[in-house]
């Protein structure tokens, strides 16, 4: 949702907040594959993730290039052992199969925070995700991998409400205030950019169906890209016509169970804890 330099330095911030250690960071592609960088500013602010104040990074970097840590990583796990859960722009993903093509049969699945059915954010067709790189997100959803979109239908649905906003505070750790001053400020810029009430939280729903599968419902529909389309460029279309094809290997996240999300992410900030104190 921004450029290379600001995401990266965002998620080292959020590494300290949680209290992450032993996990790689590494730095990605530093454009779409074909076209020019676009970001969300309107909606995420000039740093890319405005609202709380975002502290100084303690990690390093991983020397490797995030193309090459996704490849190593894949290749000396077990297959079936890595899911990847990406909720940005698909690019590095993408030259990671073209690059190690036998990384597609090793993963254990894909489900990614990106596209929508009936609706875009970007367009009127299309997400975010996937219209800032609409070849790579071509690219990765028509590999034969298990693949789960998990798109605005779905997360339009989770809406961080007062209450919501409330049960987070209670927590009462540093990372649970993180947490609400980034929905304070996204209830600002969804309301004004978007026409929200409340802000949806949309790359937690990806997380949350690798946890518990359970919080959402999803059907196995064959999925591809529109990468030429004078008003679709970007779109994600789902072929809903009965049977799927016996090889559809893609599947879309539809109706959210509210309770189970929101008690998942509770969940997590209250392991999370305090990791500075």
Known sequence: NQTIEK??????????????????????AQ?????????????????????????????HLDPRHAVDLIIDTIMAADVGEITLVPTGALTN????????????????????????VNVGNWSATSEFNIVIDP????????????????????????????????TIAAVGTAPARFVGELLEFFTETYRDQQGFEYPPVHD????????????????????????????????????????????????????????KFWALVVDALERIGDPEQ
Not at 143 to 156: N, R
Not at 160 to 166: G, I, N
Not at 244 to 249: E, H, I, V, W, Y
């Open 204 to 259: 937690p729903c990806a997380v949350a169906f690798v946890i518990d599968p359970t919080v959402m419902q999803v059907r196995r529909v064959p999925l591809d890209v529109e990468l030429t389309g004078t008003l679709t460029l970007g779109m994600t279309v789902a072929d809903f016509r009965a049977p799927a094809p016996a090889d559809c290997t893609t599947q879309v996240a539809g109706t959210l169970d509210h309770a």
């Open 93 to 116: 993903i993408a030259i990671a199969v073209r690059k190690e093509p036998r990384i597609v049969e090793r993963v254990k699945q894909v489900v990614l925070m990106g596209g929508g």
């Open 31 to 59: 454009r779409p594959l074909v076209r020019q960088v676009e970001v969300a500013e309107s909606i995420h602010g000039e740093s890319g993730l405005d609202g709380p104040v975002l502290p100084e990074p303690t990690l």
């Open 7 to 28: 995401v990266t330095r965002n998620a080292l911030s959020v590494a300290r907040v949680a209290g992450i250690t032993g996990v790689p960071f590494a730095r990605g």
């Open 135 to 166: 070849e790579a997100a071509h690219i990765v959803f028509n590999e034969s991998w298990p693949l789960t979109m998990v798109g605005l239908d779905l997360t339009h649905e989770a809406l961080a409400t007062p209450s919501v906003v409330a």
